[in-house]
């Protein structure tokens, strides 16, 4: 897992930060801080001019709409928004990149009739 430092909480409503090659789009939803790829996962389209209405981003190339809560795509359920965890220490803020997205139901259904985690239980 990797930290990624999300810079300074001014006020701004979203942002992106630059870190080892990847971008990441940074929102501040009334104090909650949610972190995503900076790239849409259905076309690679800029998420970061995308549209934020009642919880969701939308996607200004396609108009895919990703819950903000879930990732959960409402176009498509074969595609999510990963959605990556944020911790605060000493006053800073990090994004945990590369801990596993979740996925889709779809996505955990097709691994479930695949057999992927048979041997966890």
């Known amino acids: 897992m990797t930290r990624v430092p999300l810079g300074v909480r001014d006020g701004r ?20 801080l949610v972190v995503t790829d900076a790239r849409c996962p259905h076309k690679q389209q800029p998420l970061a001019e995308g549209l934020l ?11 895919y709409t ?12 074969e595609t999510a928004l990963p ?11 990090y994004a945990e990149v590369g801990v596993e997205p979740a996925r889709s139901w779809s996505e955990r259904l097709r ?3 695949a057999g992927e985690g048979a041997g966890d239980r």
């Open 13 to 32: 409503e979203r942002w992106t930060v630059h870190h080892e090659g990847r971008d990441y789009l940074v929102l501040d939803l009334g104090g909650r």
């Open 66 to 77: 990703f819950d903000l809560a879930t990732g959960a795509c409402r176009n498509a359920t």
């Open 53 to 63: 209405r009642d919880g969701c981003l939308v996607c200004p190339g396609h108009w």
């Open 111 to 113: 691994a479930h009739a």
């Open 83 to 93: 959605l990556h965890p944020v911790v605060e220490e000493d006053g800073h803020w």
